[in-house]
C-alpha cells in the first residue's frame, strides 16, 4: 500500500429529498440547499434524482414569512379635549418576580387629554375593579371631574358584571378593542413597553 494516498473510509451518502434537508438545513434556500449538496459542502448527503428538477414549496417558511396587514390606530382624529373625557387602561402580568408586597400584576390609568397616567400594583387581576374605584375616587376628590369614556381590551377583568354595571351606573360609556388587536389600545401598549423596560 503506498504511504502517499491517505486512508479514507467509504461510507454511503444519505440519500434525502430537497424538503427533507431543507428542513435539517434550518429552512435555508432552495438554492443554496442544491449549490451546497452539488458542490460537496456538505458530505455524506445526496438528493434524490427527482428533487433536482421539481418545484419547491415549504409550508413553514411560507407561514413563517407571513406579514400582518398594518392595524389603524384608535387615534386617527383629534385627542380628546378635557381630562376625563377618554380614560384608557390596561393590565399587566403576571411579572415573573414578586415586588416586596408580593404584588405580580399592575393596572394602568392613562388619560387621553394629557397623557397622566396612575398606576397601582396588584396581588390579583380581580383587584382591577377595586382599583378602578380609587383612580375614580381620585379624579373627583382633585379634579372635580367625571370620567366620561373608559377605554380598554377584553380581559375578563374589565367584563366583570360587577365592574361593568358600575360603569353603567355612573353613565359612563365602555369602550372595548377588538380581540388580538393591542395596536388598537395604542396608548396603553405604548406606556406599556416603557413601563417594563
Known amino acids: 500500500m503506498a504511504h502517499d494516498e491517505p ?16 428542513c435539517r438545513m434550518e429552512h435555508i ?15 455524506g448527503i445526496c438528493l434524490e434524482p427527482t428533487s ?22 384608535a387615534h386617527k382624529g383629534e385627542r380628546a379635549m378635557k381630562f376625563g373625557d377618554e ?11 414578586e415586588t416586596k408586597g408580593e404584588r405580580r400584576y399592575y393596572i394602568t390609568f392613562t388619560d387621553d387629554m394629557s397623557w397622566l397616567t396612575h398606576l397601582y400594583l396588584l396581588h390579583l387581576k380581580s383587584e382591577a375593579f377595586e382599583a378602578y374605584k380609587q383612580y375614580e375616587a381620585w379624579c373627583v376628590t382633585h379634579l ?18 360587577g365592574f ?14 377588538m380581540h388580538d388587536t393591542p395596536a388598537h389600545n395604542s396608548v396603553t401598549e405604548h406606556h406599556n413597553h416603557t413601563i417594563v423596560e
Open 52 to 73: 433536482s428538477g421539481e418545484p419547491f414549496f415549504c409550508e413553514s417558511c411560507v407561514y413563517a414569512k407571513a406579514t400582518r396587514k398594518p392595524i389603524s390606530k
Open 144 to 161: 372635580g371631574i367625571a370620567i366620561k369614556i373608559f377605554h380598554s381590551d377584553h380581559g375578563d377583568e374589565y367584563l366583570d358584571k
Open 7 to 22: 486512508e479514507t473510509a467509504h461510507v454511503a451518502d444519505e440519500e434525502l429529498t430537497l424538503d427533507q434537508f431543507h
Open 164 to 177: 361593568t354595571l358600575y360603569l353603567k351606573s355612573r353613565g359612563m360609556k365602555q369602550k372595548l378593542t
Open 87 to 97: 380614560i384608557y387602561s390596561d393590565l399587566w402580568g403576571p411579572a415573573p418576580v
Open 29 to 43: 434556500s432552495a438554492g443554496v440547499t442544491r449549490c451546497l449538496v452539488e458542490n460537496r459542502f456538505v458530505t
